[in-house]
């Protein structure tokens, strides 16, 4: 069962125990579980995080993949993900500078909410204190409206 990771149910139990030469149904596999105190670790279902129907304002691609950057400060990238804890999922938001690939800031939530980005972005530019002109691309469809 450890190499399962725990996701072998009863009727799986049962079917590996039969290829392995030992006939038994699936409630005699079931008790037998319990019994051990295996336990099923049941997966979690995909959660879809990306809602393309809305009616925030999309911006210009001013990058347009040339993501080679001649000076610090200049053009920041951001995007999330997301981490499965054993609680629940944690969701990151980072800012990058382009021109040294290093995190300027970042930022992290129980949710997934426009204040995770505008979190991590209102801090990086705090921090640095880059000059007017800087562009940010982000596919994150979150937005700061204070940044617009």
Request: net charge positive.
């Amino acid at each position: 069962m450890g190499e399962s990771n725990n996701t072998y149910g009863s009727r799986r139990i049962r079917k590996a125990l039969n290829a392995l030469g030992y006939p038994l149904g699936r409630w005699k596999a079931r008790s037998m579980m319990q019994e051990a105190g295996v336990q099923v670790r049941h997966r979690k279902k995909y959660k879809v995080t990306t809602n393309s129907n809305h009616k925030q304002p999309v911006f210009e691609n001013k990058v347009n993949r040339q993501f080679d950057v001649t000076s610090p400060n200049q053009v920041y990238a951001g995007d999330i993900t997301y981490i499965w804890t054993q609680e629940d999922w944690l969701y990151l938001a980072v800012v990058i500078d382009l021109f040294s690939r290093k995190v300027v800031n970042w930022s992290m939530s129980s949710r997934m909410k426009a204040r995770l980005v505008c979190d991590a972005l209102s801090m990086a530019i705090w921090l640095s204190r880059p000059p007017s002109g800087l562009i940010v691309h982000s596919d994150s469809k979150n937005t700061c409206t204070r940044f617009q």
